[in-house]
């Protein structure tokens, strides 16, 4: 089975529209979202209206909760907290009854999903590197763990001989003997240096993992978060991928 597996889109349309546009060319059989589907940008409600029709599995995000008032948002920085309060007035009953039904982590297909961490979901740990990794593998027992929320794409290779690896080839065959926890990056708000959007295809029969990267218009997402009133910010990040 062909996954295309998309994370935290954060209002981000004219980067999910760019991700629907390629997605058709792409031979795949189910669409997974990992969550933070909203915050930060200016278009939650296209976002999140094209992913409940369209995407197979979604999960929420803690930015997803805090629009929800599900959780404390005393601990985001302030862009985000605005963005956050200012989704809440945007976002439709419809949409937001949507993000409601969602958890943050599920095991499906054989895999773990999971938005943050399989350590401790509610916590929103990042996970960015080997020794984040070494906390989490013993948290789930699938081959596969997918998961998103720092918004910087790795693959974490655990091997036979308890050693993990950071991986960041493009595409990767996964190894039988090994475990792995992929985060598949962002779609809506890339911080890892590249202002690229990243996505992941994963083949659970080939067992390859690709990591895509596409280029998007950037000055109109701009555009639009400045024209809410959104802490700019928010729109200068974007084209400098922090």
Same mark, same amino acid.
């Given at each position: ?11 981000? @349309?004219?980067?999910? =529209? ?19 589907? *909203?915050?930060?940008?200016?278009? +939650?409600?296209?976002? *999140? ?7 197979? /599995? *979604? ?7 805090? !629009? ?29 009854? $949507? ?7 599920? &095991? ?5 999903? !999971? ?5 401790? +979901?509610?916590? @929103?740990?990042? !996970? ?8 989490? $593998? ?15 794409? *790795? /693959?974490? &290779? ?7 690896? +950071?991986? $960041? ?19 809506? =708000? +890339? ?9 992941? /295809?994963?083949?659970? &029969?080939?067992?390859?993992? &690709?990591?895509?990267? $596409? ?9 639009? /978060? ?17």
């Amino acid at each position: 089975m062909i996954y295309l597996i998309i994370s935290d889109v954060h209002s981000n @349309w004219e980067s999910l =529209q760019k991700f629907i546009e390629l997605s058709q060319s792409i031979k795949h059989d189910k669409k997974v979202c990992l969550g933070d589907i *909203v915050g930060y940008n200016a278009d +939650p409600n296209p976002c *999140v209206e094209w992913i409940r029709d369209h995407v197979d /599995i *979604v999960l929420a995000g803690n930015h997803d909760y805090g !629009v929800l008032k599900k959780i404390d948002i005393s601990y985001f920085n302030l862009p985000a907290r605005a963005a956050c309060l200012w989704t809440r007035t945007a976002l439709t009953k419809e949409n937001s009854e $949507f993000l409601n039904s969602l958890t943050n982590a599920k &095991e499906q297909d054989g895999i773990t999903w !999971v938005h943050a961490s399989p350590f401790e +979901p509610d916590e @929103w740990h990042y !996970v960015n590197n080997q020794y984040d990794a070494e906390a989490n $593998f013993p948290h789930f027992s699938t081959p596969c763990c997918f998961l998103g929320h720092s918004h910087k794409p *790795v /693959i974490l &290779e655990l091997r036979p001989d308890s050693k993990i690896e +950071p991986i $960041f080839d493009s595409i990767y065959s996964l190894k039988a003997d090994c475990r792995y926890i992929v985060n598949v990056g962002s779609l809506g =708000q +890339p911080r890892d240096g590249n202002p690229d959007p990243a996505f992941a /295809i994963f083949d659970s &029969e080939a067992h390859t993992v &690709e990591i895509r990267r $596409f280029s998007y218009d950037i000055a109109l997402t701009q555009e639009k /978060i400045k024209s809410q009133g959104l802490p700019s910010i928010l729109a200068e990040r974007l084209d400098a991928g922090y």
